[in-house]
């Protein structure tokens, strides 16, 4: 990342290594900026990385050229904002037919629409629901269920959904999380699951890696990373998530003190500027990657002294 006229270049991801296995849902999460939704467009091929490798594999076990990920690989994706999903001027229903065509799905206009309609009933919807209406008619909670159903009609082995709940009403994320817990049980579809919000993240992942400028510091069980953080900035986050008593303070405080550039320049652990435990040598080298109790942590506080 970077320009003509700066001096600066900075890289988006870093040393970032995970697998999202069938049946699973694997979170990636941290404060926006850290490169979660970089990787994501890596997945997806939108983004060509610069070093390193991508493996994708088909349901068959035969592995997948990544210039045809979308079509081969069986992989969709569902965005933040479900309003920019859509065009306003185009009717929902033309999209759904529009997708079995481009993928070779279509075997005459009932069937489709049989297809469109046992799709769409997976979310809690209906083809009668649907047709002939334009996205300024629904809810971003029924469009977002909508996105997803689309996702859904090439039979995907992996969905990505970055910031799927974050644009729509508290009142109905729950039914979209537990949409994606569905899919992994009756289908056997694997998700990764971007998200800043580490609640909805410890109900509906199985798996999680924390993020912060680029790297991966912390990855393992949900339950284990998000009750039992080891990392300093995992730490923080879990801190920074509201208690229902309004009493409550943080027991720590810690201060952002410096630019978001300088994070990502920083030589040593990206986090040193923040920690409330630096050590000297955190400013100099790279944490190395540690595997404490099944869990991974880029972090200096477990090496053995």
């Known amino acids: 990342m970077g320009s003509l006229i700066s001096r600066f270049r900075i890289t988006a991801v870093s040393h970032v ?3 999202a296995r069938p049946a699973e849902i694997f979170g990636l999460a941290g404060e926006s900026g850290c490169g979660k939704t970089t990787v994501a467009r890596m997945i997806l091929g939108f983004e060509e990385p610069t070093s390193g490798k991508i493996t994708y594999w088909r349901k068959d076990g035969a592995q997948v050229d990544r210039r045809n990920v979308w079509r081969t690989a069986g992989i969709q994706a569902v965005f933040q904002n479900p309003f920019e999903t859509f065009n306003s001027l185009r009717q929902v229903d033309r999209y759904f037919f529009e997708t079995l065509h481009n993928f070779g799905l279509t075997q005459g206009r009932k069937k489709a629409k049989e297809r469109i309609d046992e ?3 997976t979310v809690g919807l209906s083809y009668p629901e649907v047709a002939g209406r334009y996205p300024s008619e629904f809810s971003g909670g029924q469009l977002q269920r909508i996105s997803i159903a689309r996702a859904l009609l090439t039979n995907p082995s992996l969905l990505i959904a970055d910031e799927p709940v974050s644009m729509v009403d508290a009142s109905i994320r729950i039914s979209v ?3 994606f817990r569905k899919l992994k049980e009756e289908q056997g579809m694997s ?3 971007i998200t800043h919000d580490l ?3 410890y109900y509906v992942c ?6 912060f400028r680029g790297n991966m510091v912390e990855m393992g069980k949900a339950e284990e990373i998000l ?3 080891r990392h300093p900035y995992t730490e923080l986050l879990r801190e920074s998530i509201p208690e229902a008593d309004p009493k409550q303070r943080w027991q720590r405080k810690t201060e952002i003190i ?5 994070e990502y320049l920083r030589a040593g652990c990206k986090f040193a500027g923040r920690c409330p435990q630096v050590m000297d040598k955190c400013k100099r080298e790279i944490p190395p990657d540690l595997e404490v109790d099944g869990v991974f942590v880029k972090c200096f506080l477990y090496v053995q002294r």
């Open 258 to 262: 410096e630019l978001e550039r300088e």
């Open 206 to 211: 199985d798996w999680i890696t924390i993020m």
């Open 227 to 229: 009750m039992r953080p």
């Open 119 to 121: 799709t769409l009933r």
């Open 199 to 201: 609640a909805t993240a």
């Open 17 to 19: 290594s995970f697998r």
């Open 177 to 179: 999380v537990n949409l």
């Open 191 to 193: 998700v990764i699951y």
